[in-house]
Each structure stands twice: as C-alpha cells, then as structure tokens.
C-alpha cells in the first residue's frame, strides 16, 4: 500500500518545484540575508505544497474520467483502484493541515509579530494552496479551462523565487524579478510539452489545455517562445548583476535549446514524454547550476 502512496506523491516533480525555492534562498545569500531555518522550512513547505497538488490532481483527473486509457504518462492511483476516493481525499486535507502549521511556523521565523508581512504571506499561501486543489478539483477546474500556465508563471516563477526571497527579510530593491520570471516561463515550458503530448487525450476528456486552445502548430510556437523568454530574463539578470565569466552557466541551458527544437519538429507521443522529463530535469539543473553560483558569490 505505501509504494501506490510514494507512487501518487509522483516524487520525480520535486526537483523542479523545489528549484524556484532554492533559487530565492541562494538570492538571499548573494543580498547577505540568507537562513538556513528559513531554507529548509520553505523547502519543507514547497514539498507538502507539490505533494498536495500531485494528490489534488490524482483525485480530480479520476472524479472527471481525465485518466483514462489514452492518457499518456505514468497510472495514477485513485484512477486505477489502488486508493480509493475517500482516503485521497483524506490525504488531502491531511497534507493542507501540515502546509498550514509548517507555514505558522515559517512565518514566525520569518517575521515574528510583524502583522502585515503575516497578512501578505498568508493570502499566498492561502492562494498557494486554492492553486494546489483547483488545478482539476472543484466545478470549474482551471486546468480544464487552459489557464494552466498562467497560475504555474505565478506559483512556479513569481512566488517561489521571489516570494519566498522576502521571506528572508531581503531588500525590496534587489527583488530577482527577471530570475523570477525565468523560472516562470520555463516551468511553463515543462506543463506545455506534457499538454503538447496530451492533445488527443485531452480532446477526448474535454480537459481544455492552452496547448489544445492553440492547436498543434501555434502550441509549438508558443513553446520556443516560452524557452527563447526565458533565456533573455537570464541573460538580464546575469549581464547586470554577475561577473562576465558566469556566462559559462548558459551551457546548462544548452539541453532546453536542443529539447525545444525536438518538441518543436516532432509529433510522436513517445519523443514528447522523453522530452517533457528532459525539459523538467534541465530546468532543474539549470536553476541549482545558478544557484549554485549565486552561494559561492555570497
């Protein structure tokens, strides 16, 4: 019973939740306010937070029959008998519970008895965690709505790079927007290969996808787009804030070049899977490779 746990808590999609994390955490070393109580607690808390929303996605995609027998990827666990509804929904409030009091203690940490620093962080994580459910749970799933990539830009990008940057106290005027919004963009490039891939199940469900809204062609565009973005939020931020000899760090974007050019020219289903693992796995790279960097700088 544990390992269809393990299974539905889908581990292999840390690596890239994690790094936008990490990212904020190694921004706060190079601006000199970096914790190591507040690093791990956040780590700890984006955890519970992509574990809440692998189990959300379970429960919802097997409610609405997203997960049936054309679907491509690995067999989810409510959806295939092996959990039953009612002990995912379980785990759901369960995993929400531990978010809320890892977060109380974060904020206390973080902030001690400052009120409006505890009102701003706890609309996000409020907002975090509607994110985790409503992807494919609820009437009006906006995963089912192709709305996907923008609460991905958000949560992926936005919030936990720069959100979680604030979290240690950092200046306002040395807030990672550009790497913020890097990540953002190519962690929508991630959900973008795996609904390129899905296009004919999706269809067939009724899941609306961006990627299914624009169509084959234009979602690959979109995609190269996605990738070529991102490269030039990078590449602001390392041209205005690092030493010329950190451009070395572009050659771990290298694999997100030549994987765009292969989502871009192919349309077999199975090229696309190894591609989004390839996308997912090089964005996280790339993002610890950075981060990396910005902690020797420190």
Known sequence: MLSYWIQAMRLRTLPLSLSGLVLGGAFAGFDHVFSGKIFWLSLLVGVLLQILSNFANDYGDAQKGADGQMR????????????????????????????????????????????????????????????????????????????????????????AVAGSYCLYGGSFYHLPGFPACGAGLLSCAVLNVNNIRDMKSDAFYGKETLALRLGAEYARYYHVLLVGSAFLCWLVFFLVMLPTAYLFLFLFYLPLVYSAYIVYTSHDVLILDKQLKITAMATGIFHLAVAAALFMTE
């Open 72 to 159: 491509q990827g690995p067999k989810r666990a409510v959806s295939s008998g092996a959990i039953s509804q009612k002990e995912m929904l379980r785990a759901i409030i369960f995993t929400a519970v531990l978010i809320v009091l890892f977060s109380a203690v974060l904020f206390w940490i973080s902030f001690g008895k400052n009120l409006l620093a505890w009102g701003i962080f706890g609309f996000l994580l409020c907002a975090s965690v509607w994110a985790a459910l409503s992807y494919t749970m609820g009437k009006n799933p906006y995963g089912y709505r192709a709305r996907g990539d923008f609460y991905v830009f958000i949560f992926f990008g936005l919030v």
